[in-house]
C-alpha cells in the first residue's frame, strides 16, 4: 500500500516542497481533513472512485475533486457518458488504487487507471495555494502548493459544473 513516506520520497525526487502533516486525532477519510486542520474545504483534495459501466464493460475511474464539491455518480454518467456508475466498494478502492479506501491521495496512482480532475477544483484554485490531501494514512495528511500538485496528479481534467456537482 502506498503511504506518506512514498509520497514524502516520490516528492522529494522531484525537488517539490511539501510537508506532511501530523494529524491531531484519526482520519476515516479525506472528507474529514477540513474539520481536522481547521482549513476550508475548499482547499481539501479527495480522490473518489467509481465503477464505471460503459458498452458493456465496467471499469475503475478516479475523480479528484474538493471536498466541498465532491461529483455524484449521475454526474460521472453524463460527463463519460456511461450507462452506469456507482461508488466502488472499499476492496475495489483498495485494489485498484494502492491506498487505502477513504484515504486515497491524487499522487503515485497506477498509470492504467483512468482518472479524471473536476476542472472547477484547478480553475478556483490559486496556483500558489496550499492544499491538504490524503496520504493513505490515518494520520498524516498532505500539504502542498496547487501548482505542484495539478501537473503531478496525471489526471485528464474534465468540466464537470454543467452537470451540477452536489455540494
Not at 513516506?5 to 510537508?19: D, K
Request: aromatic content about 4%.
Amino acid at each position: 500500500m502506498q503511504d506518506a513516506l512514498a509520497i514524502h520520497r516520490w516528492l522529494l525526487a522531484r525537488q517539490i516542497h511539501h510537508e506532511i502533516v501530523r494529524l491531531p486525532r484519526v482520519l476515516t477519510s479525506a472528507d474529514e481533513l477540513p474539520e481536522v486542520l481547521g482549513v476550508p474545504p475548499e482547499t481539501c483534495v479527495t480522490v473518489t472512485v467509481f465503477e464505471v459501466t460503459t458498452r458493456g464493460c465496467r471499469e475503475p475511474v478516479a475523480v479528484i475533486s474538493s471536498v466541498a464539491r465532491k461529483p455524484r455518480p449521475s454526474v460521472i454518467a453524463a460527463a463519460l457518458g456511461a450507462e452506469r456508475v456507482r461508488p466502488a466498494s472499499s476492496y475495489t478502492v483498495n485494489a485498484v488504487t494502492d491506498y487505502a479506501a477513504g484515504l486515497v491521495s491524487p499522487l503515485l496512482l497506477p498509470e492504467k487507471l483512468t482518472l479524471l480532475i473536476d476542472r472547477r477544483l484547478v480553475d478556483a484554485t490559486d496556483p500558489d495555494a496550499f492544499v491538504h490531501t490524503a496520504t493513505g494514512e490515518r494520520m498524516t495528511a498532505l500539504r502542498l502548493r496547487a501548482v505542484h500538485l495539478f501537473p503531478l496528479a496525471s489526471g485528464k481534467p474534465v468540466e464537470l459544473a454543467g452537470h451540477g456537482l452536489a455540494s
